[in-house]
């Protein structure tokens, strides 16, 4: 089986549960070939946490869940020592962050201290516990889940941990169509338990290795550059992007790119992800009257083509 047909197989699985949002389901799918992290922000009910089982499902990774709470500890995703008087000895009991797939469900229900324990997770692929450095399996994958900030009980995540996602998108509700189709459907927890994994961890290997090899032209970057530089400006946002988020850009819309069937990156892909890569680590300025979302778009239609 060809990349082509991979990839289309693992997207017509994933719509076949998540129905009438292909334009999200395939940012995930973009955002897991390149190697990052997902935020998936959206109202309850609408799917968040059935897509999250559905990618590790589809993925064939092996899968953790964290339901974050107000009182969840640090040590609750990191594991602990537990004394054992058999071996006389303190023994660790790894958490559930020691997985490939850590699916952090409501993530802004959580403190900051919990929240920042995953901080060294998603970007070293460790945690240091009890002074003792311990590596996470390969590859690893956080995919949160957040509830929007005006909803009681929520903490806003600090920008160093939304850095750290390289993509963030929302579900939004579903069509007529599509509505009518859950309504009468199976139930889709039943339909992701039986889904069957169409990866496995060498060709999801391999796959991620053709996303670091799509080729991206010296006018391309430039566009990029382009664009990093008006976040900048002062103009369109308070601050500008990072070159981790250029890198992050850089890296999703090569995904983009091998999801459409090429091994380079055109404008069409930088603009295809970037809304979805950029906005969450951006403010708009006081007067912009929009939100991240709909000022990125409104930079890039400003930002000229190379």
């Given amino acids: 089986m060809n990349t082509q047909h991979k990839i289309k197989s693992l997207l017509d699985q994933l719509n076949t549960v998540i129905v009438g949002k292909q334009a999200q389901v395939q940012d995930c799918v973009a955002c897991l ?4 992290h997902l935020l998936i922000e959206d109202v309850p009910g609408v799917g968040k946490t059935t897509l999250a089982h559905a990618l590790s499902r589809t993925f064939g990774l092996q899968f953790s869940r964290v339901q974050f709470t107000a009182d969840l500890m640090p040590s609750d995703l990191t594991g602990v020592s537990v004394y054992e008087r058999g071996k006389e000895s303190f023994v660790f009991h790894p958490g559930p962050v020691f997985a490939q797939v850590l699916l952090a469900d409501e993530i802004n229900r959580a403190s900051p201290k919990t929240q920042s324990a ?74 992701v338990d039986s889904m069957l994994p169409l990866l496995s961890d060498e060709e999801l290997a391999e796959l991620q290795r053709q996303v670091q090899a799509v080729h991206t032209a010296e006018p391309l970057l430039n566009y990029v550059q382009d664009l990093i530089a ?25 995904a983009q790119a091998l999801i459409s069937g090429r091994d380079y990156v055109a404008p069409d892909d930088v603009q295809a992800v970037l809304p979805q890569t950029i906005a969450h680590r951006l403010v708009p300025v006081g007067d912009a009257g929009r939100g991240a979302v709909e000022q990125v778009r409104a930079m890039v239609d400003a930002t000229p083509l190379p």
Avoid at 33 to 36: D, F, P, S, V
Avoid at 230 to 251: D, E, K, Y
């Fill in 33 to 36: 070939l390149a190697g990052g």
């Fill in 118 to 191: 995953l901080l060294e997770a998603m970007e070293e692929k460790q945690v240091s516990v009890e002074g003792e450095t311990r590596a996470l399996p390969h590859p690893f994958f956080v995919i949160a889940t957040q509830n929007p900030h005006d909803q009681l009980g929520t903490f806003a995540l600090p920008e160093s941990q939304l850095d750290r996602f390289l993509m963030r998108i929302s579900i939004g509700y579903p069509d007529r169509a599509a509505e009518r189709m859950l309504l009468a459907g199976a139930d889709r927890r039943d339909m």
């Fill in 230 to 254: 008006a976040t900048r400006s002062g103009r369109w946002f308070l601050q500008g992007l990072s070159p981790r988020a250029g890198i992050a850009l850089v890296r999703a819309a090569k």
